[in-house]
């Protein structure tokens, strides 16, 4: 079974809303920093938000307000939700568990993607 399994990507117009899951173990939260990047086509992988085993979330400067990263703990689960879509923000979004601060280099486990169109 894999540790992260994401959903809720797709096609979506400018300024409408998406909000991805990604569904993983209880013992992950208690442990890891869960987070998502985002990875364009033909750039690197970036980082978009991420919130602590504490519960305490941080986004990339670029990204604050419009997308919001949250969790159910009983349900195992990170949501990312996105706001305002913009067709720059189509991607493939990862989900990712690794220590803080999830640095790139800090990621142990990635999900296996999702695609985000944002297109008219």
């Known amino acids: 079974q894999e540790p992260l399994v994401e959903s809720g990507g797709g096609l979506v117009q400018p300024g409408g809303s998406l909000r991805l899951s990604c569904a993983t173990s209880?013992?992950?939260?208690?442990?890891?920093?869960m987070g998502w990047y985002r990875q364009a086509p033909g750039k690197q992988r970036e980082f978009v938000a991420r919130?602590?085993?504490?519960?305490?979330?941080n986004y990339a400067d670029s990204l604050k307000g419009q997308f919001t990263i949250s969790r159910d703990i009983t349900m195992a689960t990170v949501y990312l939700q996105m706001n305002s879509l913009k067709p720059e923000d189509t991607a493939v979004y990862y989900c990712?568990?690794?220590?803080?601060?999830?640095?790139?280099?800090?990621?142990?486990?990635w999900g296996q993607g999702t695609q985000v169109t944002v297109s008219s």
């Open positions: 209880r013992s992950f939260f208690s442990i890891y920093t």
């Open positions: 990712a568990a690794g220590r803080s601060p999830l640095s790139i280099d800090r990621v142990a486990y």
């Open positions: 919130i602590s085993s504490g519960g305490t979330a």
